[in-house]
Structures are given as C-alpha cells and as structure tokens.
C-alpha cells in the first residue's frame, strides 16, 4: 500500500550545504563524464525522502554506478520521473519561480544544449533570486541569475510516497467484537 509522508526539504538543503563542493564518497563522481549535477541533486532529494523508487528503467534509484536508474544522474530523466512519479519515492510539479522554495529543483536549457543542468534551491537572496547548490562547476550560494542560459524550469516537491505492507482489514474483527487487532 502507498502512503504519503512530507518531503524534508531542510534535510535536502543542509545535505546540499555539506556536500555542494566536495563529494561524498557513498557515490560515484560523474563530473567530467557527463557531469555531476543531476546525480547530486538526486542524493540531496533522497537526504530529504530517505524513498527510492526500485521500479526497472523508470524508477529511481542509485545503489552502486552499474546499479542505478537514468533519473538518478540524467537532466530529462529526473524532470520525467519526478512529474510523473506515481510510485515509490518524490514526487512533484513543475511551477513558476513564485511558488519555488528552498529544497526544490531548478534545471536550465540552452538551445544548443537542450536541457544540461540540474541544481537545488538553498535560499533566496534580498531581491528574491534563487541561491543554488550545485555539482559538476561545483557551487553554494550561487545566484541563478549569474548563470548563463535560454530558459529555466522549477520543480517543486509535494512529497513523497513510500510502500508500507498492508495489515489487515480491522473491520470485521472490530466490528464483531472479537479483537482490535485483525487475526492473522
């Protein structure tokens, strides 16, 4: 059965913090073979879910660098999984920049690029603009407006959803007085 729990977006940003410029050894490093970002930001929205999703080829999930989904460290991935994410794992909607938080998504397109960078929200600055974390031109505190790019998209996280094993129906044990607990 599928429950719903609250994203910890703070666990997301201070994991952001400690690890935005250096590494942490649990995963592969990717910069420089593809690059890093999307598989950082994908560890700091696991800090703040402690839920993967083991769903072959459309989940996401990282467990060893051969043991992992396209949606851990791909840009269009993660987007595709985390908008359409039904089961297991984070999930959320694309917004404006007024509805982005810190613990959210931005990731930016260049038209010769397409869709290349993926990074986290820490904070805002006094005007309001989005302080990013982010891997592979490693950075923290960085304003978003002093990247270079065509356009940007905002992932807001709603939660996420984790599966917790069914117990029983209590009805009929309730119901004809017999136990609080279903018999098993």
């Not at 938080?101 to 989005?130: A, C, K, S």
């Amino acid at each position: 059965m599928l429950v719903t729990k609250p994203y910890l977006r703070e666990r997301a940003v201070t994991y952001a913090r400690k690890w935005a410029l250096s590494r942490n050894p649990l995963f592969v490093d990717y910069t420089g073979r593809g690059g890093n970002c999307t598989n950082f930001v994908s560890q700091c929205l696991y800090a703040g879910s402690c839920t993967m999703n083991f769903t072959p080829i459309y989940g996401w999930y990282y467990l060893t660098e051969s043991e992992r989904t396209a949606s851990w460290t791909g840009v269009q991935f993660l987007f595709n999984f985390l908008i359409n994410n039904t089961g297991s794992g984070p999930y959320g909607v694309q917004v404006g920049i007024d509805e982005a938080v810190p613990g959210d998504v931005i990731q930016l397109y260049r038209e010769d690029q397409g869709w290349y960078h993926t990074m986290l929200i820490v904070g805002f600055n006094e005007d309001g603009v989005p302080l990013i974390a982010a891997q592979s031109d490693d950075a923290l505190d960085r304003p978003l407006d002093t990247y270079t790019y065509d356009r940007e998209r905002f992932i807001h996280i709603l939660g996420v959803r984790l599966t917790v094993p069914d117990t029983g129906d209590c009805y009929d044990s309730l119901l004809n007085g017999v136990a609080i607990i279903p018999n098993d």
